[in-house]
């Protein structure tokens, strides 16, 4: 089983060069099952109902979230129609939506779940650790072979941590939220992980967004509209191998795709 999983999509750039590779990246790398990080997609923050349909249309098989899962307030209105969506457990504003989902491939079943890191995390209001105890408590009778965690975090230590304590059971732990692919994919024993999988979204930007208004938000400490970067988008994301016997990873490759 081959899974392709996407950095964060960021604003129109990251969901068109999504659309224009996803085809052919999953007939070239004969890919399974994939899995995107959607919570930038929507103008850099959040998702509506229409881009939701759209990254589906596109292939997209399931759509994980981050600290901005909640900035559309429409997500309200339609998240129990969004049957593919995996929101953060622990995010405070969760009180609606489906925080882990089991995917059952060629006699695999895992359980894919989203969780917020706490480091420089405002919106994260229980503990990483407090969150995956739950999730494997709350699971632990759907003989699940191990866990697929986005786990959507600032910090490159936090997310090395949490892959290393739950290394016996999360078996696939990929970081988001920076936009910075890391290039520091392995193998821990069993774990397929990498710090930050990148982003999805225009490739001259400051993570996505414009770069003038970056500067000047920084330079006056002002508010700002968050305008997304126009222009050519870099692509990045990991595809991670899971052999059908042994029903664990072996593999894990970093894919990142610039304009120029």
Do not use: W
């Not at 919570?39 to 939701?52: F, L, M, P, R, V």
């Not at 494997?136 to 759907?142: A, C, F, V």
């Not at 016996?168 to 990929?174: H, S």
């Amino acid at each position: 089983m081959r899974i392709l999983f996407i950095g964060d999509i960021v604003g129109k750039s990251g969901r068109d060069i999504v659309s224009s590779l996803l085809y052919s990246l999953k007939v070239e790398y004969n890919i399974d099952l994939v899995i995107a990080n959607g919570e930038n997609s929507a103008h850099g923050k959040g998702i509506t109902y229409k881009i939701y349909n759209q990254l589906i249309n596109d292939g997209v098989d399931y759509i994980t979230m981050g600290n901005h899962t909640f900035s559309k307030k429409e997500i309200f209105d339609h998240i129990d129609e969004m049957d593919a969506l995996i929101v953060p457990f622990n995010h405070e504003k969760r009180t609606c939506g489906k925080y882990y989902r089991f995917i059952d491939y060629n006699n695999i079943r895992f359980c894919l779940t989203n969780i917020l890191g706490n480091a420089l995390m405002g919106e994260s209001n229980i503990s990483m650790f407090d969150s995956m105890d739950q999730i494997i408590k709350e699971t632990s009778n759907n003989n699940v072979d191990f866990y697929f965690v986005d786990l959507h975090a600032e910090t490159t230590a936090e997310k090395r941590i949490f892959a290393e304590y739950y290394k016996d059971v999360a078996k696939v732990v990929v970081g988001t939220h920076t936009h910075v692919q890391t290039a520091d994919e392995r193998m821990i024993n069993d774990v397929a992980f990498i710090s930050d999988v990148g982003m999805c979204g225009t490739y001259d930007s400051v993570i996505g967004r414009d770069i003038s208004e970056s500067v000047n938000a920084m330079l006056t400490s002002q508010k700002s509209q968050y305008t997304i970067a126009e222009g050519d988008a870099i692509f990045c994301a990991v595809i991670i191998e899971i052999d059908d016997i042994l029903k664990k990873p072996i593999s894990i490759e970093r894919l990142q795709f610039r304009p120029y």
